[in-house]
């Protein structure tokens, strides 16, 4: 029987795992136009655009071709720029 902190456990691993994949798939693939942040835990990570695109327009894009992620202008009130989270 798996306990709950093994589950857990486990489950930071693969996270971490695909974080790790998917930073490197970002920068390998698309040279430095998205910028993949680690996640500190969970699934969910930030993509910042290194091409001046609007990320609304971008996200329909890609939500149209399949791809699960919004962008952060949906979830502000107000248009944050890059370092103003800290």
Do not use: C
């Not at 489950?11 to 920068?27: I, K």
């Not at 001046?52 to 939500?63: I, S």
Request: hydrophobic share 45%; proline share 1%.
């Amino acid at each position: 029987m798996v306990t709950s902190g093994h589950h857990v456990r486990s489950m930071r691993q693969t996270y971490a795992e695909r974080m790790d994949a998917l930073a490197e798939a970002a920068s390998r693939r698309l040279g430095g136009l998205l910028e993949v942040v680690p996640a500190a835990s969970g699934m969910r990570t930030i993509g910042w655009l290194n091409t001046g695109e609007k990320d609304v327009g971008l996200a329909e894009r890609a939500r149209a071709r399949g791809l699960e992620l919004a962008a952060l202008l949906e979830f502000t009130l107000r248009h944050f720029q890059r370092g103003q989270f800290s």
